[in-house]
């Protein structure tokens, strides 16, 4: 179960231009549409009048028309023309949804509308900011929305299933790591000292000998995860604040729940080095989806062995704190809505 009243990713920016997206959020068909002034906009996928899916039509100015029998909606879901006569029924409208586009996603609100305070969009400076290139990718998966956000927030098993991307030195499967709760979300991160650097860092950073390295992991309901992640050379002062002889890097990962068996997964790495070099960008999208597949593909086996997200009948270990903070606090909103 997820919350509601909450600003969920439905597509990055970039994705979204002159043809409608079909997409199921929290169990309800919606499309996505930009029109002609550049607005987004988020409808029900089923036309009021013989059901069929909006996201089949075709936008017309700043307008929809339905694929199959030609009426058309505008941005709040009103029926504004009905062909072949003059009036339109009373009535005729589809449920429209808030939308904001902030930090080149596109966000949309499920619940109430009148709770659609934009403030509450976490800030994600990065994906927008000049000073630093993003790389942003998607990825269905066929797993509860929450089991990938457990997969960010646990650290322990970088070790053994990216081995070959973002682990570099065994110790990294030891290396304990610190939970604070917040307040709106759950924080988890470590050190890790004179390490060797995994693969794709060293590529990106070209590091010939072992560094400093940190992750610190923040995440921010009802589905958004960062990562302040990075290396640098050894001894250089990077635990003091001192990065400037590394690469510093913010994994942001953006989860919308589909159906309690899948969601979508918005990804991407940001950088402040190198800005315009496309060899980089190839390099960090490229291993992060590599990366990514990976976790996709355990995930999509591990939700074969469970219904929807639930843990019961589980163990816990101390790794697991981080998930466990985030599965309460959600647990929290869901009552409140609920009441």
Not at 31 to 39: I, Q, Y
Not at 66 to 75: E, V
Not at 290 to 319: C, P
């Amino acid at each position: 179960m997820f919350p509601r009243n909450g600003w969920y990713a439905a597509i990055w920016s970039r994705d979204l231009t002159g043809t409608p997206v079909g997409r199921t959020l929290l169990g309800e068909p919606i499309v996505l549409f930009r029109g002609s002034s550049g607005r987004a906009a988020a409808l029900e996928d089923r036309c009021c009048h013989r059901a069929a899916p909006l996201s089949r039509g075709e936008v017309e100015g700043d307008h929809l028309r339905c694929g199959y029998h030609g009426l058309t909606f505008d941005a709040e879901g009103r029926c504004v023309a009905v062909p072949g006569q003059s009036t339109v029924p009373s009535g005729a409208r589809v449920r429209a949804y808030p939308v904001s586009e902030r930090w080149n996603v596109v966000w949309i609100w499920m619940g109430d509308p009148a709770r659609a305070d934009e403030a509450r969009i976490v800030d994600l400076p990065w994906l927008a900011d000049p000073g630093w290139t993003a790389t942003p990718g998607y990825l269905r998966v066929e797993a509860n929305a929450q089991l990938l956000i457990d997969n960010l927030l646990d650290f322990t098993h970088v070790s053994y299933l990216h081995g070959g991307t973002i682990a570099g030195d065994p110790r990294e499967a030891t290396t304990p790591t610190r939970t604070e709760r917040l307040n709106g979300g759950v924080q988890v991160g470590r050190w890790m000292i004179d390490f060797k650097p995994p693969p794709l860092f060293a590529a990106a950073g070209g590091f010939k000998g072992n560094v400093d390295r940190w992750q610190l992991a923040t995440w921010k309901p009802p589905s958004t995860v960062y990562i302040d992640v990075g290396c640098a050379t050894t001894g250089t002062g990077a635990p003091e604040g001192d990065r400037r002889q590394g690469i510093s890097l913010w994994s942001t990962h953006l989860v919308t729940p589909e159906t309690e068996a899948s969601c979508h997964y918005h990804f991407g790495f940001a950088r402040n080095f190198r800005l315009d070099d496309a060899e980089t960008s190839r390099l960090l999208f490229e291993g992060s989806r590599s990366t990514f597949l990976e976790d996709k593909d355990m995930l999509e086996a591990q939700q074969k062995n469970l219904k929807g997200g639930g843990l019961d009948g589980l163990i816990h270990v101390n790794a697991d704190a981080a998930q466990l903070q985030a599965r309460r606090m959600l647990e929290e909103l869901v009552r409140a809505e609920a009441g």
